[in-house]
């Protein structure tokens, strides 16, 4: 059988790891920087504590787990959740006759889960990083994966909106620190609600924002379709449509909302909190256009419930490569009130693409041995193999050609490996006390004392 990658998922070269970690590294560090602690959870879950989280779509895109008690059951059990099986295949099914686990969907519902588990134990405000892969049962295409990592950073138990204002920095920094040129989006879910009030569809407000959030992809006849096909009213869409023309000026689009809320409670909170944060970020010297009030921005996940984030690439046509938001209620599913929390999510892959195209990968970010000893064989093996032990000890990578071959095959397995310079320790060398490499990226040859070569 010929061998194949399953759908979504890819295999990553010594290169493409060494980039990805020249990535995590500068994301980790920021993290701490910012005073998040490290945390990892299982890659699955209980059903129940992933379903209902992410709303329709996102239940949907939910891998499931075949329960493995169905090889344990009785036979006329057994027959029973294979039957349930057969079924599951043929069309959706969720029956936890057949399943009860899942790979996890994001990070952020496993540690709402967590803390939910621990908050007895934590101290608040509580700041937790977490870098792990996650799964999706999408349609693959360019920056989507079935298999990704995300990169997130949370603040549980504290509900001032300085926490909004810091997560900014975090990003702008981050983005800043990987040269990355990006614009982060930013809307507010009470804005979203006090949208609907507006328009009357108060009941409707979850397919509201699903149909919403699909702008960039389908445009507004789509949307506008969409609102349509969920039994929105034409009167009510008419009320929205100022939502697709809206200026450049953030603040201004906050003044507009405020004259059309005028009495709608939630729908002012959201307006004053986005005004707070862009307000603040203004103060600590951020350049307005890297931020964005983008009024038609949902995200589409259920568990927001204020601050919502979406961070872009300036110069690459990619979706979002971060976004997050304040989900002040997600504990309460799993039994603890009154824990509110924001996060915001890195997209590795996405980012991995986005300085690959621009070519922003320095060379330290290339996985490279610094030397590589040519195997003249005899007593050179042994006084090459002491040389590279003591390269090793000072954190230089070294190795030796594994056999006495002749010279131009070990030139091009050292080029083809992207090695830097090939060493040369003979019986001349040895004698002198001298080694000789030539550095092949720049085709200079030197000899040198031993002393100096090991600095």
């Known amino acids: 059988m010929k061998p194949s990658l399953a759908k979504g998922t890819r295999d990553f070269t010594a290169q493409e790891v060494s980039r990805r970690k020249y990535i995590i590294n500068i ?11 490290p945390l990892e959870t299982p890659s699955f879950e209980n059903l ?33 959740m294979l039957t349930d099986f057969q079924r599951a295949l043929e069309k959706p099914f969720s029956s936890e006759n057949i399943t009860d686990k899942a790979l996890r969907y994001d990070l952020t519902v ?68 990987l040269k990355v040129p990006v614009t982060i989006h930013m809307n507010n879910r009470k804005i979203l609600s006090g949208l609907a009030e507006y328009a009357g569809i108060t009941d409707k407000l979850i397919d509201f924002t699903v149909a919403l959030d699909k702008l960039d992809k389908i445009g507004k006849d789509g949307v506008v379709k969409e609102l349509l096909e969920r039994e929105i009213s034409q009167d009510s869409i008419d009320k929205l449509d100022f939502l697709f023309s809206q200026s450049d000026d953030a ?20 307006v004053e909190e986005l005004e707070f944060v862009l ?44 976004g997050g938001g304040r989900y002040d209620n997600l504990t309460e599913v799993f039994g603890v009130k009154n824990i509110p929390g924001i996060g915001i999510s890195f997209g590795l892959d996405r980012i991995y693409l986005v300085m690959e195209e621009l070519n922003l990968f320095p060379d330290e970010a290339s996985s490279k041995t610094e030397y590589l000893f040519a195997n003249f064989g005899g007593e050179g093996i042994t006084e090459a193999l002491k040389l590279i032990m003591q390269l090793r000890t000072k954190g230089i990578s070294a190795e030796l050609y594994p056999e006495n071959a002749k010279i131009n095959k070990q030139f091009t397995y050292a080029e083809k490996k992207g090695i830097k310079n090939l060493v040369f320790l003979g019986e001349e060398e040895i004698k002198n006390g001298t080694v000789t490499f030539k550095n092949l990226e720049v085709g200079e040859q030197k000899t040198v004392s031993l002393n100096k070569f090991l600095g």
């Open 27 to 37: 994301l980790q560090n920021n993290f701490e920087l910012f005073g998040f602690q």
């Open 251 to 270: 603040l201004e689009n906050l003044l507009q909302l405020k004259e059309k809320f005028a009495g709608n409670e939630i729908g002012l909170q959201g």
């Open 279 to 322: 307000t603040q970020s203004l103060n600590l010297g951020v350049d307005m256009q890297n931020l964005v009030f983008n009024i038609t921005l949902a995200r589409g996940l259920d568990y927001y419930t204020g601050a919502i984030f979406e961070v872009k690439a300036d110069e690459v046509a990619m979706g979002s490569i971060g």
């Open 110 to 177: 496993p540690f709402a889960r967590f803390v939910a588990m621990n908050h007895g134990k934590l101290t608040f405000p509580f700041k937790r990083s977490q870098i792990q892969p996650v799964w999706r049962a999408d349609r693959p295409q360019k920056g989507r994966y079935r298999e990704f990592y995300q990169c997130d950073a949370d603040v549980v138990g504290s509900e001032s909106l300085l926490q909004e204002v810091d997560l900014v920095q975090l990003y702008l920094k981050s983005f800043s620190d």
């Open 48 to 80: 129940s504590t992933l379903t209902g989280k992410y709303g329709e779509e996102g239940d949907r895109l939910i891998f499931k787990i075949l329960n493995s008690s169905i090889n344990e059951a009785k036979d006329e059990k057994k027959t029973q």
